[in-house]
């Protein structure tokens, strides 16, 4: 069925997602290469550990952040839902679920912060475990290098059905829908390989696998911001020759 109007609910949620993903990639971003970087050392444990208890406060602020971008992506998945319902509330909702699932291993990921934190504070934990045994445990969940990437490949999926959903409203510019469902199903496709062939980061970087459709997301938040959503290659306007539109707020 051909949309023929965009209403109210679907304005203000698109200006909640354009808000919405750059204050939540921002502070992610922030955590993870201005903090956890900084404080999680490459193949050693024990200075890693020595790191995290003499900055415990910076940390426990790195794991608020990482908090507040799950909260982040709920608001976005349900925002993104809002906007592309009309078009196909069975797709619509199924990239709702796999944005859902990347928040949900992102989460994991970030109690496992809470978990290598207490290995390391609890005494309990020293007495049973020798000071290398129990660095090198805690470096384990401080990993969260596999959450990622499964999380990603749900998050791309998402991604995907959602370029094909902005393209087939054409809510904003067909080009850039294109781009969306390309770069995404290009990191569906990466990561897939990456879980078979360890090794395909030496012929793809793994920092190819989401950029593009992080780019795109970036473009998306801002378009929708400053833009909004367009009907049929054109903004849509609350008056049509003097007058109101059908289904204009």
């Not at 050693?44 to 992506?73: K, Q, S, W």
Request: charged content about 15%.
């Amino acid at each position: 069925m051909a949309i023929s109007t965009i209403d109210k609910s679907q304005r203000t949620a698109a200006r909640i997602a354009g808000i919405a993903f750059p204050i939540s990639f921002a502070i992610v971003v922030a955590v993870n290469f201005g903090i956890f970087a900084r404080l999680i050392v490459s193949g050693n444990p024990a200075e890693t550990a020595r790191n995290i208890l003499a900055h415990e406060t910076l940390f426990r602020v790195g794991i608020a952040g990482d908090m507040i971008y799950c909260v982040g992506v709920v608001v976005l998945l349900t925002a993104l839902y809002v906007i592309l319902k009309p078009i196909s509330q069975s797709l619509a909702l199924l990239a709702a679920f796999g944005r859902l699932v990347h928040g949900l291993t992102w989460l994991l990921a970030t109690l496992n912060l809470f978990t290598a934190l207490r290995l390391l504070r609890d005494a309990e934990y020293s007495r049973a475990f020798g000071p290398d045994q129990l660095s090198a445990l805690a470096r384990l969940y401080l990993s969260g290098f596999d959450a990622y990437y499964v999380g990603l490949l749900f998050g791309a999926l998402a991604s995907t059905v959602c370029g094909y959903l902005w393209f087939k409203s054409r809510y904003i510019p067909r080009a850039l829908a294109a781009f969306g469902a390309i770069s995404s199903a290009f990191c569906v496709m990466c990561t897939l390989v990456f879980y078979v062939f360890p090794g395909f980061d030496k012929i793809v970087n793994l920092w190819w696998f989401d950029s593009p459709m992080g780019v795109f997301d970036i473009v998306l938040s801002f378009w929708l911001l400053f833009k909004g959503l367009r009907l049929h290659g054109k903004v849509q306007s609350d008056y049509a020759g003097g007058r109101p539109q059908a289904g204009a707020a």
